[in-house]
């Protein structure tokens, strides 16, 4: 929804369709699941259970939902079928958060939650809770029972979190606005009793963003502690490169069992990663650069640069091949750097204007030419391509330097940190 859309009230999305971009039916909403947040700060919303087929309920990121009207919602199609589970930070809005007995900050009266509703931030994919529509209950002279009035979020009381609790879901209320590896030096230092809770706790993805930042030895214990379901979505959540990192590191047994569990899609990525030599292009490539077919244009190639979850190397440049889009693509024909495309006219086609002289990488090449590829060519991400000429993933500057520093470098970062703040 862009930015200035009408806020919409969750009483009006119960029951509506959910549909694919082919506009095939998936199933309908039946409540949505937001994260409340400390003092009185809007709750954000984290997705939608919906009802599929066997009144199934399943659960949809909010990240995978591409449009929010009172008659329908759309979706990427990409759709995780796995039975939705309830954690201990989430509430469910229609189910808990309506019908409720809160306070007025300013009067100090009681008045009964009947609605609440949502809203897109602007130029985000993050969606908050940002006004409730209350019933007043007897008040003063003037006001007659059962008046009705619309107020923001933060003029109620009686939804968020104490501001000094002690349990996982106050902990991460509290670090909610950490960057993902500030947030992993936080859990690092954590008891392992603790830092499983917190994990629990956390919604899938940024779950899988901390889990990039962590030591390997932290990765495999959380991972460990989580049900078998609960850890491949969250290996789907990672980049397929450090999923694959994460996976390497564990039994046979284990990492087959988890690949199997992962939507086969994921899985695939992963296991063509983990056929490559770790410190090769190959190893260390993402499979999900920037594809773009050669009809594109550059105001089609700024729209998918501008991706929150793109990282900034990953936004750096976007790759022209024939179809399929998807990795391993069809013909690679080069590379288009982002400055590029902000000195053209929006309608020029990326074809046009392609670096082709620019080498690319093949899948064996070990990580020393790697760096002095990137090196030489003042890069900070390279295509990947097999000998048939398709793209096969991008390797990107920190995905180098994570496997040039020392192993245990993120342990010497986070007791660096910690000592940093003592001073």
């Not at 969750?10 to 082919?22: I, K, M, R, T």
């Not at 990947?384 to 192993?407: I, K, M, W």
Request: some cysteine; hydrophobic content about 40%; glycine content about 8%.
């Amino acid at each position: 929804m862009a930015a200035g859309a009408p806020r919409i009230f969750v009483s009006h999305l119960s029951g509506v369709a959910v549909f694919d971009p082919n506009g095939d039916q998936v199933g309908r909403v039946r409540d949505l699941v937001a994260i409340l947040r400390v003092g009185r700060r809007p709750p954000r919303l984290l997705g939608i259970v919906v009802e599929v087929a066997g009144r199934r309920l399943i659960f949809l990121p909010m990240t995978r939902v591409t449009g929010v009207e009172s008659g329908q919602v759309i979706t990427t199609g990409v759709v995780n079928l796995r039975r939705f589970e309830q954690r201990p930070t989430e509430r469910l809005v229609l189910g808990e958060l309506l019908d409720r007995r809160v306070t007025v900050v300013e009067s100090g009266e009681e008045v009964t939650v009947l609605d609440v509703a949502i809203q897109q931030l602007p130029a985000r994919r993050d969606w908050e809770i940002d006004k409730v529509f209350v019933r007043r209950g007897k008040g003063g002279a003037l006001r007659r029972k059962g008046e009705t009035l619309t107020v923001e979020w933060s003029a109620v009381t009686g939804f968020s979190l104490e501001e000094h609790g002690q349990g996982a879901e106050n902990l991460l209320a509290t670090f909610e606005q950490l960057r993902p590896a500030d947030l992993a030096n936080v859990l690092h230092h954590l008891s392992p009793k603790r830092r499983g809770e917190v994990a629990a706790a956390l919604d899938d993805d940024r779950l899988a963003d901390v889990m990039e930042e962590l030591p390997d030895d932290d990765q495999v214990e959380i991972l460990g502690k989580l049900k078998d379901e609960r850890a491949a979505d969250v290996l789907e959540a990672m980049d397929p490169d450090d999923a694959a990192d994460l996976l390497s590191e564990l039994p046979e047994e284990d990492k087959e069992r988890l690949l199997t569990l992962m939507q086969p899609d994921d899985a695939a990525d992963v296991r063509r990663l983990l056929s490559y030599e770790e410190r090769t292009a190959g190893g260390l490539m993402t499979t999900e650069p920037i594809v773009l077919r050669p009809d594109a244009t550059v105001a089609d190639a700024l729209a998918r640069v501008r991706q929150q979850d793109l990282s900034p190397a990953l936004a750096a440049q976007v790759y022209v091949c024939r179809p399929p889009d998807e990795t391993p693509t069809g013909k690679y024909l080069g590379t288009v750097h982002f400055q590029r495309l902000l000195r053209d006219p929006p309608f020029t086609l990326v074809s046009s204007i392609v670096d082709a002289d620019l080498p690319p990488l093949s899948p064996e090449t070990p990580l020393p030419a790697v760096t002095a590829f990137l090196a030489a060519y003042n890069m900070v991400a390279a295509p990947v391509v097999d000998d048939s000429g398709s793209l096969l993933g991008a390797v990107t500057v920190d995905d180098v330097l994570d496997h040039l520093l020392p192993e245990d470098w993120r342990e010497a970062e986070f007791h660096g940190a910690e000592g940093g703040t003592d001073g």
